[in-house]
Structures are given as C-alpha cells and as structure tokens.
C-alpha cells in the first residue's frame, strides 16, 4: 500500500482543515487506518483511529475536535479537523495496519499542519 496525506496547510486559530490519506495498491477499508502526528521534540502521538468496521477512536487532546471518517468509493480516510489550536501544529501522518497471517503496516509521507495566533 502506498498512503498519500495531504490537506495540511496554514490556519488561524479557530479555524478548520480536513486532511486526506488516498491509498494506491491495496483496498484500504481492509486496515484499520490511524492519524498521528509529531511536534519538533515530541514524541509521535496517536490522534485517532478507525477499524476496518468502521468503529472510531480518538485520543483526549483531539476529542470532540476532530473526526475520522471514511470513503471507499474513494480509497482514502479523512481526518476532519475543527476549532484548531497552536499546540495542533505538527506533521500529521497516516498509518494503515492489518493482520492477514502477518502484519502489514504502512505509513503516509506526512502532511504540515500549522496554526497561527
């Protein structure tokens, strides 16, 4: 599987972004698909996660703020982002994870997020 984030860009305070994670090569409503993301001298941080039925997870920094979701029509999984904060600005990453006999798992090239006051 080959991911491709996108969507990061620049924003005020407050304001809203939607990233996109378009899978090539394989069918991604076969992973469970999780967002992450990494400040300078942070650690990664797991923001949230949808199975491959669909249920969501979603850490308590990005609660209430941001929603994962998905489209197969269009072989990718969004990660809507909403009353966005300064301490939101990182690269935002998407990772697919499956188990068939043995684990796949993918990582996307990482989008900028950056939130301005």
């Known amino acids: 599987v080959q991911l491709q984030a996108s969507g990061g860009g620049w924003v005020q305070v407050g304001g809203s972004l939607r990233l996109s994670c378009v899978a090539s090569?394989?069918?991604?409503?076969?992973?469970?698909v999780a967002w992450f993301r990494q400040a300078p001298g942070k650690e990664r941080e797991r923001l949230s996660c949808?199975?491959?039925?669909?249920?969501?997870r979603y850490s308590n920094s990005v609660k209430g703020r941001f929603t994962i979701s998905r489209d197969n029509a269009e072989n990718a999984v969004y990660l809507q982002m909403n009353s966005l904060k300064p301490e939101d600005t990182a690269v935002y990453y998407c990772n697919a994870d499956a188990w068939y006999g043995r684990q796949y798992n993918y990582w996307g090239q990482g989008t900028q997020v950056t939130v301005s006051s």
């Open positions: 090569g394989r069918t991604l409503s076969d992973y469970a």
């Open positions: 949808i199975s491959d039925d669909n249920r969501t």
